[in-house]
């Protein structure tokens, strides 16, 4: 992900999890909660400051997320797992 820099995807993903969400499971509804209680926190933890302009960016972002297109890396994961097994 990408706020102003690289974020750290495990980041995210452990904050989905300790939060009680399955990041591997994880719905659109599911990331606008997330959205809602846990980016702010985690930006501030990150030293990441964002102008407004470019909050309600990442913000239309997430809410815009759907499962059923996986990202490069998911599909590349979820390749070589069926590769391997």
């Known amino acids: 992900m990408t ?4 974020v750290s ?13 399955d990041p591997d ?7 606008g909660l997330f959205l809602d209680q846990h980016l702010s926190p985690f930006l501030l933890e ?6 407004p302009r470019e909050r309600r960016q990442l913000e239309k ?3 815009r997320f759907d ?4 990202t490069p890396e998911e599909w590349m994961t979820k390749t070589m797992d069926a590769l391997a097994s």
Do not use: K, M, Q
């Open 67 to 70: 499962p059923s297109h996986p």
């Open 9 to 21: 995807r495990y980041g995210l993903w452990l904050l989905v999890w300790e939060s009680g969400g």
């Open 25 to 31: 499971d994880l719905t659109r509804e599911r990331a």
């Open 3 to 6: 706020a102003g820099r690289r």
């Open 46 to 51: 990150e030293g990441i400051t964002l102008e």
């Open 61 to 63: 972002r997430i809410r």
